[in-house]
């Protein structure tokens, strides 16, 4: 007897039925789960180069990338290379993997995590393809533009005519940036004598926050100035 209740014969007969049978079916049969996953997980953990490869195995080789397919079939990212190499399985790619006209028919008519979904892509690749062909993105639920809306793109602020349309202004300036082409050039922001005396007496940073201006803003103008950076006074020891 063994330290765990088998012969030799009995756990010779298990390894057998572990190599024919799925965990759950052997685990059906002999009500002695616990043991024969324990020894399931022995044997992947081996790595034995002579171990049985599956039909289901088999499939997924060259699907995902060996790595993967390694820790999920709990084999040695060497034993499956191995396996598909002798197979002339290709190495996994994803940039390898045409797109076909059924494909890109699909792009923008569903939202870009749905024909991720469907294609069995990832959801940056469909968008990446998307933008290389121009393609304007599917949103759910969303409000269809009409003519009389169309109209008035260009003619007051984005921010303004979103508030009128009760749409988003990211919307407003995507549809307007794609349907005409009036482009709004953002004026800058005149620096006022109170805010020009702030330059030097506090730092950079304080003045950037209080002004409502980018850090860079506020340093490019005391630099053109000739104005020093403030440096806090220390106090004496």
């Not at 057998?16 to 616990?34: M, P, Q």
């Amino acid at each position: 007897m063994m330290r765990d209740g088998l012969t030799a014969a009995q756990r010779l007969a298990i390894q057998k039925l572990i190599r024919a049978k799925s965990d759950r079916e052997i685990a059906r049969l002999l009500r002695k789960s616990h043991r024969l996953l324990n020894l399931h997980c022995r044997r992947r953990s081996s790595g034995s180069q002579s171990e049985r490869w599956t039909d289901y195995e088999i499939r997924l080789v060259g699907r995902i990338r060996d790595e993967e397919l390694a820790k999920l079939l709990r084999r040695t990212p060497g034993a499956v290379a191995a396996k598909r190499e002798s197979l002339d399985i290709p190495i996994f790619s994803p940039q390898r993997i045409r797109w076909s006209s059924r494909e890109i028919e699909l792009l923008g008519k569903r939202p870009d995590s749905v024909v991720a979904r469907i294609l069995g892509r990832t959801r940056y690749a469909v968008q990446l393809k998307r933008h290389s062909l121009k393609i304007s993105q599917c949103w759910e639920n969303r409000r269809a533009w009409i003519p009389a809306e169309d109209a008035l793109l260009g003619t007051m602020k984005d921010a303004e005519l979103a508030r009128k349309l009760k749409r988003s202004v990211l919307s407003v300036r995507s549809r307007r940036n794609d349907n005409t082409s009036i482009r709004f050039n953002r004026t800058p922001k005149h620096w006022t004598p109170s805010e020009l005396r702030l330059l030097g007496r506090l730092s950079d940073a304080v003045i950037a926050r209080r002004s409502g201006r980018f850090l860079e803003s506020v340093r490019n103008k005391r630099v053109q100035l000739g104005i020093a950076r403030f440096v806090p006074k220390r106090c004496p020891a």
